[in-house]
């Protein structure tokens, strides 16, 4: 902690020292705090939510990221006090493999059987993972978008602009080696994971990362 501070003081020093207005400014961006930056959308709190995480083409993996990414934004609108209740991801694979019309289900019927007053669904519009030929490196993207239903209204909260949904900031994950024996599965953990930590920051304020 001393050290860090000592290194801090001289640094600061450093720039006075150089001179001129562009070093201060570089000493005074270089140490405050990270920008902090509003929600995109506040949630109604104290519900019980339902994660929709749905897309059209069903790619090879996405059962994975699809189950992660749902169970990860359970996790997270519980611990910010957004959602008292959950609805477990187990549920709703029960309730789609016992209705046959599940995929004619509105979202808010969707959320409605499953005992949910407000549903985030997740639209996934891209996802990939893939390695290159002969190597243990691999890439995994997606991209998504997300809107809220109020289940009871059935009608959207938010974004009021955007039918399709507001955009979650891409998940790009680059020439990761991987030598795990379901190598896959774990990039789509990791894709799951960071995408849900980009959608929790529309809902939340945050700070911005440098």
Request: contains cysteine; aromatic residues 8%; charged residues 25%.
């Amino acid at each position: 902690m001393v050290r860090s501070a000592l290194t801090a003081v001289l640094l600061a020093a450093l720039a006075f020292a150089s001179g001129g207005c562009a070093a201060i400014g570089w000493a005074v961006a270089a140490f405050a705090p990270p920008e902090r930056v509003r929600a995109e959308y506040k949630p109604p709190r104290d519900k019980a939510y339902l994660v929709l995480v749905d897309d059209v083409m069903t790619p090879a993996g996405f059962e994975t990221v699809q189950s992660d990414l749902a169970s990860q934004l359970n996790d997270r609108l519980e611990q910010e006090g957004i959602a008292f209740r959950t609805v477990d991801q187990a549920d709703v694979m029960r309730l789609a493999s016992t209705t046959g019309d599940f995929s004619r289900l509105s979202v808010s019927e969707i959320g409605e059987r499953l005992g949910a007053d407000v549903v985030v669904y997740v639209h996934v519009n891209k996802f990939d993972v893939s390695r290159y030929a002969g190597s243990t490196t691999w890439n995994g993207e997606i991209e998504s978008t997300v809107r809220v239903v109020d289940v009871h209204e059935a009608r959207r909260l938010w974004p009021d602009d955007r039918p399709a949904g507001f955009p979650a900031e891409k998940v790009l994950i680059e020439n990761v080696d991987m030598e795990d024996r379901e190598p896959a599965t774990v990039l789509s953990k990791m894709i799951a994971e960071r995408s849900a930590d980009n959608i929790m920051k529309l809902f939340v304020d945050h700070r911005k990362q440098r």
